[in-house]
């Protein structure tokens, strides 16, 4: 039984972490959120268009995407994990679209 005895050490957790982009974002936006639904991977409720739907996602923190995705010097895009791999998200492309194409 592995719950018995030294073996219980050996069983995975899942620890919570905040992504590394999100912590290195002094606005605290929820970019993982809005990235999400740009991609398609969280719908918006019905009757509510994606665009509508990031929009009010990504001015939880910050009532302005559009003008921060154009002023902001992005330490978002330094914290991405895709950095590691080949090359950052354009976050902050992403969030001036969300706040251009929103209504």
Known sequence: DIFVGDASDKCPTYVHRTPPCQ????????IRGYLQIVRGMER?????????????????????????????????EDGCNRNDVEDFVGINAVEQFIGDTAY
Do not use: I
């Open 44 to 76: 918006p409720p019905e009757g509510m268009a994606w665009q509508e739907y990031a929009f009010a996602r990504a001015t939880d923190a910050n009532p302005f995407p559009s003008m921060m995705g154009r002023v902001c010097p992005a330490p978002c």
């Open 23 to 30: 912590g290195s974002c002094p606005s605290g936006e929820d």
